[in-house]
């Protein structure tokens, strides 16, 4: 494993290439695929892939890929702990925002 001046070995990288096209597979197929492809066990695969998820580096080489895998463990986690499946205005008052202007005179609502 050499290092790029990126601050990731080549398999950090490998995976982070990897993992957008392995999201919409079924589990068969993304097994297969990463032994086929990867040289690696599906296991492994993950174990690389989530630890990369908190390095600088990963969000600097993937921000899409780091930004979304964060967003789905974040939700994992909340649904685990017993809070809400996805953020709803009823449980994130946050999001509600009252009737603004746009530069046009016309009301703007979000939904």
């Given at each position: 494993m050499s290092t790029e001046?990126?601050?990731?070995?080549?398999?950090?990288?490998?995976?982070?290439?990897?993992?957008?096209?392995?999201?919409?597979?079924?589990?068969?197929?993304?097994?297969?695929?990463?032994?086929?492809?990867?040289?690696?066990?599906?296991?492994?695969?993950?174990?690389?892939?989530?630890?990369?998820?908190?390095?600088?580096?990963?969000?600097?080489?993937?921000?899409?890929?780091?930004?979304?895998?964060?967003?789905?463990?974040?939700?994992?986690?909340?649904?685990?702990?017993?809070?809400?499946?996805?953020?709803?205005?009823?449980?994130?008052?946050?999001?509600?925002?009252?009737?603004?202007?746009?530069?046009?005179?016309?009301e703007d609502r979000l939904?």
């Amino acid at each position: 494993m050499s290092t790029e001046p990126t601050g990731l070995s080549d398999t950090v990288r490998r995976v982070l290439d990897h993992a957008p096209h392995l999201e919409g597979l079924r589990p068969g197929p993304r097994e297969r695929f990463i032994r086929e492809e990867l040289g690696m066990s599906p296991v492994r695969f993950f174990q690389i892939l989530n630890a990369a998820i908190d390095t600088p580096a990963a969000q600097a080489y993937a921000p899409v890929l780091i930004n979304r895998r964060r967003r789905v463990r974040a939700h994992r986690r909340s649904v685990r702990l017993g809070g809400p499946a996805w953020p709803t205005p009823e449980n994130n008052p946050s999001s509600l925002t009252t009737p603004e202007q746009d530069d046009h005179g016309t009301e703007d609502r979000l939904l």
